[in-house]
């Protein structure tokens, strides 16, 4: 079993819903991170967190550090949002090392 | 004004080859790593450099040797190359332990 694991592996939604993306870890962790790959490859941080919630546009990203659990949400949802999401956390331990999640992979349809 | 960039972009070679992946940050960061990331898109860490200093070492085959001339620069070196090392390699970088990271594009390695 993955340190972190993500929920739904897959997700095809149609153009303006509502998306949740889950993240559920089992280790301490100074930071959350969520990171956005388009199908061109890259890789863009999207929102680190540490506690609380934060808002970007239409993204917002929840953390609850005692359920040790994040969601991620895209409101009013749109084909340019289709990317893999991963969850990536930033261990206690002081190591500099991620642990990331299998990723989600979204599809927005027209 | 590209923050982490890495060359090449692409790299097919056959089987025995040795290759380099350069991959320069120009934030200032203290950190940088190495990452692969296999056909079901799933990121590992491989090596991570802190100003110069080889601070994670997984548990990769010796055939992969990181190079950090300055904390600027992190090199990957890959000798004898198989076919299981085709895969993306990312770099990134970030200021310190926990911190934000920031990726580059990416170099798709294909080995035949």
């Known amino acids: 079993k993955n340190e972190v694991e993500q929920s739904p592996q897959n997700l095809t939604a149609q153009e303006g819903e509502f998306i949740t993306i889950n993240c559920s870890y089992s280790v301490g962790i100074s930071a959350l991170h969520w990171l956005q790959q388009h199908p061109g490859g890259g890789i863009v941080s999207l929102f680190m967190?540490?506690?609380g919630k934060k808002k970007h546009g239409r993204l917002i990203a929840t953390i609850n550090i005692q359920e040790k659990h994040s969601s991620l949400h895209i409101t009013a949802s749109h084909p340019r949002d289709s990317a893999v999401y991963i969850c990536a956390v930033a261990p206690f331990s002081g190591t500099y090392k991620y642990i990331f999640g299998t990723g989600t992979r979204l599809k927005v349809l027209a | 004004d590209t923050a982490v960039s890495q060359t090449p972009k692409y790299l097919v070679t056959q089987m025995g080859n040795d290759k380099s992946i350069k991959c320069e940050q120009n934030?200032?960061?203290?950190?940088m790593y190495w990452y692969k990331q296999d056909s079901k898109k799933f990121l590992k860490i491989m090596f991570s450099y802190n100003n110069k200093e080889l601070i994670i070492n997984e548990t990769v085959p010796n055939r992969f040797s990181p190079k950090s001339p300055d904390k600027a620069h992190l090199n990957l070196h890959i000798n004898s190359l198989e076919l299981g090392d085709s895969a993306v390699y990312f770099c990134?970088?970030?200021?310190?332990?926990?911190?934000?990271?920031?990726f580059g594009p990416g170099t798709r390695l294909t080995v035949t």
């Open positions: 990134a970088s970030s200021q310190g332990r926990g911190d934000e990271q920031y």
């Open positions: 934030l200032g960061h203290d950190t």
């Open positions: 967190l540490s506690s």
